[in-house]
């Protein structure tokens, strides 16, 4: 076996093993466990840091596991917002960074990132989810910019 044969027997089973590992970080997202989602994510990176949409969710386990949201969401951001760019699947970048935002209470820069997740993916229930109670948080807080204090209406 040559040094090209062996790289590229190395390289797929890396890829495997990549896979694997965002497979089960992605389970036990799903499940919550988040120490458990980040070390195995972490590990899809290393052995695959071209894919950017391994890198995505890695930023978003990241981003719900810490306390202190404000100190990752910018890093967050980008790393989402390059996922945009390069993924062939950028509804689920959009979904995160709606979340993202809705966490930081950006309601409107949230229902933005939802209402492309629904562009791209008309049926994907959870957007369409966000996008129903957004709107209603959005409406009713005009309504009590426009009524005023004590419901008074501004002039």
């Known amino acids: ?81 390059r996922a945009v760019a390069k993924s062939k699947s950028p509804e689920v970048a959009y979904f995160y960074l709606g979340r993202v935002e809705r966490m930081l209470g950006n309601d409107r820069h949230a229902l933005r990132y939802f209402r492309e997740v629904v562009e791209i993916k008309p049926r994907h229930a959870d957007a369409k989810a966000e996008i129903r109670i957004l709107e209603q948080k959005v409406q009713a807080a005009a309504a009590r910019e426009k009524s005023g204090l004590f419901g008074i209406k501004k002039r």
């Open 1 to 81: 076996m040559d040094s090209g044969e062996f790289e590229q027997r190395a390289s797929s089973a890396d890829s495997a093993a990549a896979e694997d590992a965002f497979e089960r970080g992605s389970s036990a997202l799903r499940r919550e466990d988040l120490a458990e989602a980040i070390e195995h994510l972490s590990r899809a990176t290393t052995l695959n840091p071209q894919s950017i949409d391994y890198l995505a969710v890695l930023a978003w386990a990241r981003f719900i596991a810490t306390s202190d949201k404000a100190s990752v969401a910018d890093e967050t951001r980008k790393t989402l917002l």
